[in-house]
């Protein structure tokens, strides 16, 4: 199951070099859950096949007037009709121009028009094209359609060799973009902090002691947050992965600076969700200088480290807080006490010692403890558990304006 089970998307490809990114887009679209129904325009299809697409979304294509998917000539009004999305990728020049001026000369333009649902725009062009006063003056006038969007284009290199604007945005930009369009606006006028990953605590220049966090949960939280239209701030330990989109990332490493960042952005903010693994132990003393083995062990000083969640309970009108239970047994009964000592809104409990659940995987069990009672989620990617967790999170929320 993907975030876009059973949407219907209507994938419009016009005529921009950066066609052939839009198959990697339709790919990522389809493998979410997403039901693709790609419309190009004559000149899209000059420059990738129509099949390319139909082997990827599994559907026939429609070319120029289109007529393919409904013989009896109505696809316009269906499809726009049935849409959930319509996501122009590239759009050109040419086809924006259109679209500003309501035009209905080929199956993607009348598609547009007959349709009541987002629109999300990829413009792709060349720079001088794009800010053409012609061109912009169109942009603007699309900005005024509430239900249109404009993403990108992004700066770089172009097909014809020039740099500027005018790059269609990455397909797994889009993607997100396409995600955020069709989730709920539940944490819309909300601040939310989410923390991430592991954490390293030096014991000399070149050693330190972390754990096994991906980084993955914490990072669906922000961008599930973000999707749901929420301020986010992401204060993630060190991670390979890539920052989530429309979500403002700040990089720590020790849980001294972990602390020191949440305490900062904690204090402004309507709910924060601990996903971090924070080191509990940090070495009293770090060397100086490496270490030199000896012929002896190596004894460490230890010291606790601050315990962040329980800290902020202790301040006045402390945010919703949240936090996870990483554990090898019992998971409900330790997140319980955890719930209570530390104040906190909901505990989400995973068991780390099934191999689908906690650390590094992409997929998680886990139960969502309140002061209510418990709830387990069966096996879900992250990305859902996330979702799941914000939809619980949402009720829960103060109905008051967002702090400033
Ligand atoms: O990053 P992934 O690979 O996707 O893995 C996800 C995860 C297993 C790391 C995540 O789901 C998870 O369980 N995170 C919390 C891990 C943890 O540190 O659990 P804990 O039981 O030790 O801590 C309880 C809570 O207190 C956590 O919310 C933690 O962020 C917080 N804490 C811990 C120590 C500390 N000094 N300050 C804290 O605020």
């Known amino acids: 199951m993907g975030l876009l089970d059973g949407k219907l998307i209507v994938l419009g490809v016009s005529g921009g070099i950066a066609a052939y990114r839009a198959c990697e887009l339709a790919r990522l679209l389809g493998k ?21 697409f139909q082997a990827l979304t599994g559907r026939p294509v429609e070319v120029g007037r289109g007529g393919v998917t409904a ?24 086809t924006l121009a259109k679209i500003a001026a309501g035009m209905a000369d080929n199956l993607l333009t009348s598609t547009i028009l007959a349709s009541t649902c987002p629109i999300l725009l990829a413009p792709a062009m060349n720079t001088r094209m794009w800010q053409n006063r012609l061109t912009q003056a169109n942009v603007s006038l699309l900005a005024q359609v509430e239900r249109m969007v404009m993403v990108g284009p992004a700066e770089g290199e172009l097909a014809c060799g020039e740099q500027g604007p005018g790059r269609m945005e990455e397909p797994t930009v889009l993607w997100q973009a396409a995600r955020a369009c069709l989730s709920p606006k539940d944490l819309a006028g909300r601040r939310v902090v989410v923390t991430a990953g592991p954490t390293r605590e030096r014991l000399d220049p070149v050693r330190f002691l972390s754990n096994r966090s991906s980084g993955k949960m914490g990072y669906a939280l922000a961008a599930a947050a973000a999707r749901r239209g929420a301020d986010v701030k992401l204060i993630s330990g060190p991670t390979a992965l890539d920052f989530p989109w429309a979500v403002r990332t700040e990089l720590v490493e020790s849980a001294a600076q972990m602390a020191r960042a949440v305490g900062r952005d904690a204090a402004k903010c309507d709910l924060l969700l601990m996903a971090a693994a924070v080191a509990d132990y940090t070495p009293r003393k770090p060397a100086k200088q490496k270490i030199k083995k000896g012929d002896g062990g190596l004894g460490v ?62 997929t998680n069990r886990v139960h969502l403890v309140t002061k209510d009672g418990s709830e387990e989620l069966p096996l879900l990617s992250k990305d859902e558990v996330a979702d799941l967790i914000l939809s619980r999170v949402a009720k829960m929320l103060p109905a008051r304006r967002a702090r400033r």
């Open 71 to 94: 013989a009896a000539g109505m696809a316009h009004i269906d499809l726009g009709r049935d849409a959930d999305l319509i996501l122009v990728a590239p759009a050109t020049a040419n």
């Open 32 to 52: 979410d859950g997403a039901r693709v129904q790609v419309v190009m325009t004559e000149a899209g299809a000059e420059l990738v096949g129509p099949l390319s």
């Open 301 to 362: 000083d230890w010291k606790r480290t601050q315990d962040i969640l329980a800290a902020l309970g202790r301040k006045k009108n402390p945010a919703l807080r949240v936090g996870f239970a990483a554990e090898t047994g019992h998971p409900v009964e330790a997140a319980g006490k955890k719930l209570r000592a530390k104040k906190l809104a909901m505990v989400v409990a995973n068991d780390v010692s099934l191999p689908d659940a906690g650390f590094g995987v992409d």
